[in-house]
């Protein structure tokens, strides 16, 4: 390991906080009746210590700095903190450090409750041996004390680094010892980090990764794809899921089939068209095998070669629902023409399963049906049945998901799900 300890600021550097801070701050110029200065000005809030930022770029005295500082956490308690999201790639990087045997600290200028309350809501909290911030009562944030606290005991500085956004941690790292790491992807600039003496600068989260894990490639990513009879709910499950890991610092790649490139996707537009309604069971499968290994190739190999994670609305599961069974083409059959596309395999797979009849209703409610959706109720049928054989056959992959419920109630489960695969 390069470092034996790594502490992280927290705002601009493990999180893109600015959007509740910036509206934040905008409240309490508001209620204190000072015009609220354009987004230039409340960025620069995002970093130091708030009471000195009022100051700084309001004018306010030490009196009115403190009653800006309690108007703007009123409205950071109830809805700042949640205009938030980790930068993509730091949970995957804050992994692999804890991995690999790092001690991992955040030492932070604001208050401490705030920056527990968030790590814990977006899943980053559990990397942390310890998470330092100030008391709501701390007139002016000391870095270096926040890095001594920070610190394991015995720790030697010259083997740890800290990471942050602005010079005010590039100067106490400098002042204490340790290694001075600047996030350019943060709030500052590259200027005020090589003025406050940075070792090093990271453009990209990604650049920050290959300096802390030296030589250490990415992990392999997950590839998580989305089961069920059409009008099951999974498309808007999926939908909430990519939002939800992209706000806790996961690369994602969202996809489909068939579809997902250039090329399957134009296989889409035809084999979905409805005026080819007459097409034969036989075209129709090689036409969704051949999307699929085009699919494959462009896009899930290299997407968890990447280390992101891959969510796909549907996969090879649904040839054999769809085709196999639905068409009556036989298992053996879509095996043989799906067999370039089995390089990629579901380390996950939700099944979405409901009351076939509810299920089938809300989709002939819909609007502009494609071929597949204007099947019968004995194809769905077929198909229904081919998911239950499927879920039996590889229970450890495939995990059904009751959709009979509200879209929060079913989300829940699949976030409790995906956590658990996660770690």
């Known amino acids: ?14 999180t893109e906080s600015g959007l509740g801070i910036t509206r934040s ?8 009746g000072v015009p609220v200065p354009g987004q230039e000005i409340l960025e620069r809030f995002v970093g130091p210590p708030l009471i000195a930022a009022f100051q700084m770029y309001a004018g306010l005295d030490e009196e009115g700095a403190r009653q ?39 030492a932070s200028g604001k208050p401490e409750v705030f920056v527990r309350q968030i790590a814990e809501h977006f899943g980053i909290a559990r990397y942390f041996d310890k998470i330092v911030g100030i008391t709501f009562e701390t007139t002016h944030a000391d870095k270096c004390a926040l890095i001594a606290r920070a610190m394991p005991e015995g720790m030697e500085p010259a083997r740890a680094a800290m990471v942050g956004d ?88 969202v996809s489909r089939e068939p579809g997902g490139c250039e090329i399957s996707e134009r296989i889409r537009d035809l084999v979905l068209d409805i005026r080819y309604r007459g097409m034969s069971p036989e075209c129709e499968a090689l036409l969704y095998a051949a999307s699929r290994v085009e699919h494959v190739r462009q896009v899930i190999l290299p997407g968890v070669a990447a280390g992101k994670i891959v969510l796909c609305d549907r996969f090879l599961d649904s040839s054999f629902a769809y085709q196999a069974r639905g068409r009556e083409l036989g298992d053996d059959f879509i095996r043989q023409i799906n067999a370039p596309a089995r390089l990629a395999v579901p380390d996950r797979t939700l099944l979405f399963a409901g009351d076939p009849q509810v299920i089938l209703q809300r989709l002939r409610a819909g609007e502009n049906l494609d071929r597949l959706e204007v099947e019968s109720d004995d194809f769905f049928s077929r198909v229904n049945r081919a998911y239950a054989d499927i879920h039996a056959a590889d229970p450890e992959r495939v995990h059904v998901i009751d959709s009979n419920r509200s879209i929060e109630e079913i989300f829940s489960d699949v976030c409790a799900d995906v956590n658990a695969l996660l770690g």
């Not at 390991?1 to 493990?14: N, P, R």
Request: with cysteine; charged share 30%.
């Open 166 to 253: 602005r010079l005010f941690d590039m100067e106490a790292a400098k002042k204490m010892g340790l290694r001075a790491v600047g996030a350019l992807y943060g709030y500052g600039t590259r200027e005020e980090l090589e003025q406050a003496g940075a070792d090093e600068i990271a453009e990209t989260v990604a650049d920050l990764r290959r300096i802390l894990l030296p030589g250490v490639a990415p992990e392999r990513g997950l590839f998580l794809t989305f089961e069920g009879a059409d009008g099951c709910g999974k498309s808007t499950q999926m939908k909430l899921l990519a939002e939800y890991l992209d706000a806790r610092g996961y690369e994602t790649v």
């Open 25 to 32: 701050v905008a409240y309490a110029f508001s209620r204190m």
């Open 1 to 14: 390991m390069k470092y034996d300890a790594i502490l992280f600021d927290f705002d601009g550097t493990l």
């Open 68 to 106: 800006a500082t309690e108007h703007y956490r009123v409205r950071y308690r109830e809805t700042g903190w949640k205009e938030n999201r980790v930068y993509a790639g730091v949970a995957p990087m804050l992994r692999a450090l804890k991995e690999a045997g790092c001690y991992l600290a955040i």
